[in-house]
């Protein structure tokens, strides 16, 4: 066995390898030209080819440089589906290649897992955090990606006296992607590793190629690398054979045409082949084969046809392929013909999901069942947003529940999420038998079965199948629908609405009690300036006018008359707008002493009205607990138990807020000095911060 030397640092233990140790073995010296450093031509070239291959899953996250990690559940078209494997990207193809005109959607179930090339794992909570990878991904990323390692491979690891110390088995591309990165030029603390040879690349087509030495591993892979073209059909010739006969195929495109869509295609396993014609029982004969092309494509070869000779034999290229769809060209005197072929089976069903789910979205549907006892036979209404809503005709009382279709490789399934007393067929249910106006579907033992009724108006304007009141959509400005059946948008034209909407003003305590205070001037609007382009802020009017004198630290402004007026002036876009600022600073000694404070927050509930000038906290309750020291927070959605208490300083009574354990109102946290004190209003201050509590007793 040969052996070629490169440089490994010295924490190559912490690679995935076995290791054996029986006698150390001499070796001569490498010369220059047997050595591969880090940063080498070679090393590089091993890395590309290492590298995760983001390329594989692309149809998922178009993305060369990131991988997403699997399972995944997702929703294309409205169906969901579980992505296993990639073998189950043909799922998201299939549905995708169903309808010709449509637009295709495609959404994760976050948090999801990314893997970067660097084989990296990034946990990803939602749509914004994905994006941001998918746009930083750069064109340059070396990843090659149609050939591989044949593992497992070795490296042979010698002392400083080239006596063999060592033995690291890499096992796949991961673990040889981190040995590599392992590799240093300092000689401080490194040994020497051999590359032991024979070893064997595979190739995208599956052929494979042993090398000897580092020149015909780097030529080996450079050669690849300049003829890498990824094939979008994964399918191998007895692939191809075997799926062929599999059920029968229909031609559902010949050209674009559907000429032939009314034939049954049998690709029998004795080589011969039959068109047979859904009305008639005699068959067009003929052979059919499997083989390579030169390009090493599978390919299609029809013969001895009894009709349609020219235009269905000789050899047809595959260029995309499913287990139940393929897409083949036969190129001939410069002519492309293109066909699609769609597998058939006597058990599958007449509608594709995303089909039923259209279905289901048409007119009402009444369900019958085993399950139902004494049930009313209510109408049930599919929205396109997943929810169901009962109707009882009678009374017209409505309850809603939750839908989904879903695709597997088991089939179609209706999933419901129904409310008592529809409960018992909340299921996943599969579906056996399909028609656009009826759908039966089983659960184990138990049926259930939809009948479409178009008869009855479901919607207020049935052209748009809406009702008046619902919101919608007009080059992506949201309206409702009026009695008149129109969306109609309240347009805006005013781009200082926010700032209009309301007078600005912030109180501060003076702290020497001598008209000054520190003051933020930016919190005034700081619900309308994330919408501006440019804010600034000044002491007079003419000079908010002239763009002159900016306030240089807004953000720690102390006044100079008490009150005084501050201009903001406001650019968005071209349009120029200013506006006040009332600062006031106060005398910030409450009358209220620490026992007054308790005993007013003891009593009944308080929120936080204000909040910076925002009401964004209002939706909280504050219940402050007597003796425990405990203030629970709450929503209708959320409880949060946090501390609180209440202490003398020379400045007044201060209250403290502790462990609040809440996404956004945990910015209460911390020392607040009462200001304002009354049995029903506080005004508390932190620094720049103004927080104010309104007791509610109702």
Request: net charge negative; with cysteine.
């Amino acid at each position: 066995m040969k052996t070629k030397l490169i440089y490994l640092l010295t924490f190559f233990a912490l690679f995935i390898f076995t290791s054996c140790e029986d006698e150390a073995v001499f070796n001569d010296n490498p010369n220059e030209q047997e050595i591969i450093v880090a940063n080498s031509a070679l090393t590089e070239l091993m890395l590309y080819a290492s590298a995760n291959d983001g390329s594989l899953d692309d149809v998922l996250d178009n993305a060369n440089c990131l991988a997403i990690n699997l399972p995944v559940t997702i929703v294309v078209n409205g169906i969901t589906i579980t992505i296993s494997t990639l073998e189950d990207l043909q799922l998201i193809e299939a549905l995708y290649n169903e309808f010709e005109n449509d637009v295709d959607t495609l959404e994760f179930l976050f948090p999801i897992t990314i893997i970067l090339n660097d084989y990296t794992e990034v946990v990803i909570e939602n749509e914004e955090q994905l994006n941001v990878f998918i746009e930083d991904c750069s064109e340059e990323v070396e990843v090659i990606e149609c050939v591989d390692f044949q593992y497992p491979i070795s490296f042979s690891i010698y002392d400083s006296e080239f006596q063999i110390i060592d033995t690291i088995t890499i096992e796949n591309d991961e673990a040889l992607y981190t040995f590599l990165n392992g590799l240093d030029d300092d000689n401080d603390g490194v040994v020497l590793a051999s590359l032991n040879f024979p070893v064997t690349l595979v190739y995208a087509n599956g052929e494979t190629l042993e090398v000897n030495n580092n020149q015909e591993l780097e030529t080996a892979i450079n050669e690849a690398e300049d003829d890498c073209e990824i094939q979008e059909n994964d399918c191998t010739e007895d692939e191809l054979s075997m799926y062929l006969q599999e059920c029968f195929w229909s031609l559902v495109s010949f050209n674009g045409d559907d000429n032939y869509l009314e034939y049954e295609f049998h690709f029998n396993e004795n080589g011969t082949f039959q068109i047979i014609n859904g009305d008639t029982t005699v068959a067009i004969g003929g052979n059919w084969e499997t083989s390579l092309s030169a390009n090493g494509y599978p390919e299609l070869v029809i013969s001895n046809l009894t009709a349609f000779s020219e235009d269905l034999e000789g050899s047809w290229i595959v260029v995309e392929c499913d287990d139940d769809r393929f897409e083949l060209i036969r190129e001939t005197e410069g002519n492309t013909t293109t066909i699609v072929l769609e597998k058939e089976c006597e058990d599958d069903i007449d509608c594709s999901a995303q089909e039923i789910s259209a279905y289901l979205q048409e007119c009402i549907w009444y369900a019958g069942t085993n399950l139902y006892d004494n049930i009313i036979a209510d109408t049930f209404e599919f929205t396109q947003d997943g929810i169901v809503v009962i109707t009882n005709p009678q009374s017209s009382e409505q309850l809603t529940g939750t839908w989904s279709v879903i695709l597997t490789g088991s089939g179609v399934f209706v999933a419901l999420d129904l409310p008592e007393p529809y409960n018992v067929i909340s299921l996943d249910w599969l579906v056996v038998e399909c028609r656009e106006d009826r759908i039966e579907m089983h659960n184990e033992a138990n049926h259930l079965v939809f009948e479409r009724d178009c008869n009855v108006a479901m919607y207020d304007c049935e052209n748009l199948q809406a009702n008046i009141g619902d919101v919608c959509y007009v080059e992506n400005q949201q309206g409702v629908i009026n009695a008149n059946c129109e969306c109609e948008v309240e347009v805006t034209t005013n781009p200082f609405e926010c700032f209009e909407s309301f007078n600005a003003e912030l109180v501060a305590c003076s702290d020497n009690n001598d008209g000054h205070a520190l003051f933020n001037l930016t919190v005034a609007y700081a619900n309308c300036t994330p919408e501006a382009d440019v804010v600034t802020y000044y002491e007079t009017l003419q000079d908010a006018q002239i763009y002159v004198n900016p306030i240089p630290n807004p953000e720690a402004y102390t006044n100079t008359t008490n009150p005084q007026t501050i201009y903001v002036r406001v650019e968005i876009g071209d349009a120029v707008g200013i506006f006040e600022i009332q600062l006031i600073a106060e005398n910030c000694n409450t009358s209220c002493s620490e026992t007054d404070v308790d005993a007013f927050l003891y009593d009944c509930i308080w929120n936080i009205v204000n909040y910076n000038g925002s009401d964004d906290f209002i939706m909280y309750n504050l219940d402050f607990e007597t003796n425990s020291g405990i203030v629970v927070i709450y929503t209708a959605t959320e409880t949060i138990d946090a501390f609180w208490s209440t202490s003398q300083s020379n400045d007044g009574v201060i209250v403290e807020f502790s462990n609040v354990a809440g996404a956004n109102i945990q910015a209460i946290t911390g020392n607040w000095l009462v200001v304002e004190c009354e049995e029903d209003r506080f005004e508390l201050h932190r620094n720049n911060d103004i927080m104010v509590l309104e007791r509610d007793c109702n």
